[in-house]
Structure formats: C-alpha cells, structure tokens
C-alpha cells in the first residue's frame, strides 16, 4: 500500500514570495491533515479535512494560509506572502475517519520551507 | 484542554542498555494516547497506540508503553537499545475522537552511544 505522498521534498523562497505544497493521502482515506513543525518542536495541527470539508482551522493563519482540498483527495497548502517565522517542516497525514477510536494517521515525509 | 509533557528533551543510552522516554498527560477524559518516531529526514511512524484497552501495550521494534491512570503517564521503554533507535519520540495524545486532532508533546531526542 503507497503511504503519503507529499512534494517538493524542500523549498527555498524569498520572504514575501508565495509557495504552495501538495499532498495526495492514502487511498481511501477520508481524512486528511495539514501539520506545521518549526524546528525543536512537536507538530501542530493547521487544518483538518473530512472529504472535502474542513474540520478544523482554528491554528490556520488565514490571512497568509490557505489549503483546499478539491474532490476529496488531493489537497494543497498555500503560502502568500510568506514570512521568515514560517520556515519549518510541514507535514501531511491522513486517516480513514477520525470517528473511529481505533483511527491513525499515516504522515507523509513533509516539505522542508526555508524562508530567507 | 488536553496536553503531554516530555520530561527530557535528550536522552542518551549505550546500546545494549534500558530505554525509557518518560511522558504525562493532562485529559479530563480517558485519553487516546500514541507514541510517535522520526528517524532524520523521514516522516513520522507509528510506534504504539492506547486506546482504552490493555494498559501494556507492545509497539513495533521491541518497544512497550503502560498507562498508568493514577500517575497520569505513559513512558515509553525498551528493554535493549540499538543503535538504530536513535531518533525523536514524540507522546501524542488524541483531543477527542469528534475531531481526531493531536496535540504532540516536545519530543525526546534519543542517543545512543556504541
């Protein structure tokens, strides 16, 4: 079974510059999550998706993020302008449905932003 | 609000020696608890999982973790380090299982030392 995918593997952009990431989740999987990790910490939840609906967004910076998640599958998170403090990992994961008890996230390898 | 604490963020074992990546959780309600790792430019994989069931639970790669409700922990241990375990361990506990939402400890990085 394909785990997650997500590209590019790493990102160098100038600040104020935008950048976009995408992320194609296990088949199947209903759910699906974007994560932001700045380096030295644990990761945090930015939003959650159920198909195509969101979740949760309540740590979103939605003046300069924006993630979408068309047809229920593939998603993309979006940068614009980007800032220096956004420069961290940020990781995909997706689940078959965060109702269940027993529900997992699998977690992509994540795309590294530099913002110089 | 439910939140993990790490206590340590670097441990540094020989290999052949105990592991034991200590974690507290703070949840007004059972919680769903998870160990995390992530090996250097890799993702995060699963270790082990409690959801309500056994208080021992056995991992993958030798590791196990007791919840302990009157200590509010849930470390995570291995009887013999390899060198292959150096990583970061992450404590995860699940908000409620209405949104699946994680909310990740600090993280251990573990040395291990020939």
């Known amino acids: 079974e394909a785990g997650v995918a997500q590209s590019p593997r790493y990102k160098i952009i100038e600040k104020r510059q935008s950048v976009a990431f995408w992320c194609n989740p296990i088949?199947?999987?209903?759910?699906l999550y974007w994560y932001q990790q700045i380096l030295g910490q644990g990761p945090k939840l930015l939003i959650q998706?159920?198909?195509?609906?969101?979740?949760?967004d309540s740590q979103l910076p939605k003046d300069r993020f924006s993630a979408e998640r068309l047809k229920g599958v593939d998603s993309t998170l979006k940068i614009q302008p980007a800032k220096l403090e956004d420069s961290a990992v940020y990781l995909c994961a997706s689940s078959l449905g965060f109702g269940r008890s027993t529900d997992t996230q699998y977690f992509g390898p994540g795309t590294r932003l530099t913002v110089l | 609000a439910q939140s993990v604490t790490q206590l340590g963020s670097h441990v540094s074992v020989s290999e052949g020696a105990l592991v034991l990546l200590r974690c507290n959780y703070s949840?007004?309600?059972?919680?769903?608890l998870f160990w995390y790792v992530q090996y250097p430019n890799q993702g995060l994989q699963l270790l082990l999982k409690y959801t309500s069931a056994a208080t021992l639970v056995k991992g993958i790669n030798g590791f196990e973790a007791e919840f302990k409700k009157s200590e509010t922990s849930f470390h995570l241990t291995k009887p013999s380090a390899h060198m292959s375990d150096a990583a970061e361990y992450f404590c995860v506990v699940r908000v409620s299982s209405n949104t699946g939402k994680l909310i990740f400890g600090q993280g251990t990085t573990l040395q291990v030392k020939p």
């Open positions: 088949s199947g999987h209903a759910t």
């Open positions: 949840s007004s309600v059972p919680p769903y």
């Open positions: 998706f159920q198909n195509n609906g969101v979740v949760d």
